[in-house]
């Protein structure tokens, strides 16, 4: 069965720098999300998308922003990197309903 | 503050034994509780989920338990293996616009002893 698909896999930049994170949900699949998972935490709640349009904010820096597109991918946009931004992104989709997330392989971002 | 809190934070099982992660929660909006296992570098991924109409749910090795009026539930995973060793994490859901929002506990990590 195709899965959620993320790229880059790894990203290394330098502080204030921008990166830009793409994320493809499983066909068919209506939303999006975004976390950011810490080394040794639990994943973090970015924003997320439904039908291309913004359904819920979490602890998102305003130096990110993020778009879902009409083929329903969607892009994590980062800028003016920070050292404390360094972790794994993980983009997670789900059909509304049941609303099941599923995971993508996530992308390593480091910030040096 | 913690929504989910989850516990243990580390265990350690002979294999074949038992493997037990408890989670508790406050907010009764909550209404979709699913458990995610995580191998080092890889994405969640879902091992089991259940809705507070229902008090258990099995599949294969692993159990649900849910208790609605104490807000707890818990992941039993029988006859443990080396290769079950990862990262657990339960998460509460609750509708958020039009979508549903994931709170996560913080994590078990399971260790299965060969």
């Known amino acids: 069965a195709a899965g959620v698909i993320q790229s880059p896999r790894h990203l290394i930049k330098e502080k204030r720098e921008t990166a830009t994170l793409k994320c493809y949900p499983i066909p068919r699949h209506d939303t999006v999300y975004w976390y950011q998972q810490g080394p040794g935490q639990d994943p973090q709640f970015l924003i997320s998308f439904y039908e291309k349009m913004q359904s819920d904010k979490g602890s998102i820096p305003d130096r990110f922003s993020a778009q879902q597109f009409s083929d329903y991918h969607s892009e994590l946009n980062m800028s003016s990197l920070e050292l404390g931004d360094s972790a794994l992104y993980f983009c997670a989709s789900s059909l509304t309903p049941p609303d099941t997330q599923y995971f993508g392989p996530g992308t390593r971002l480091t910030v040096l | 503050q913690q929504q989910v809190k989850q516990s243990p934070q580390s265990l350690i099982v002979q294999k074949g034994g038992i493997s037990i992660i408890n989670c508790a929660y406050e907010?009764?909006?909550?209404?979709?509780f699913p458990w995610y296992q995580q191998f080092p570098g890889k994405g969640p991924a879902l091992l089991i989920a259940?809705?507070?109409?229902?008090s258990e749910k099995k599949e294969g090795r692993f159990t649900i338990s849910f208790n609605k009026s104490a807000k707890q539930f818990s992941l039993h995973i029988m006859d443990s293996q080396p290769g079950d060793s990862a990262t657990y994490f339960c998460?509460?859901?609750?509708?958020?616009?039009?979508?549903?929002?994931?709170?996560f506990g913080t994590g078990t990590r399971l260790k299965v002893l060969a």
């Open positions: 259940i809705r507070p109409d229902v």
């Open positions: 907010n009764t909006a909550f209404d979709y």
């Open positions: 998460a509460a859901s609750k509708r958020a616009g039009g979508t549903y929002k994931y709170i």
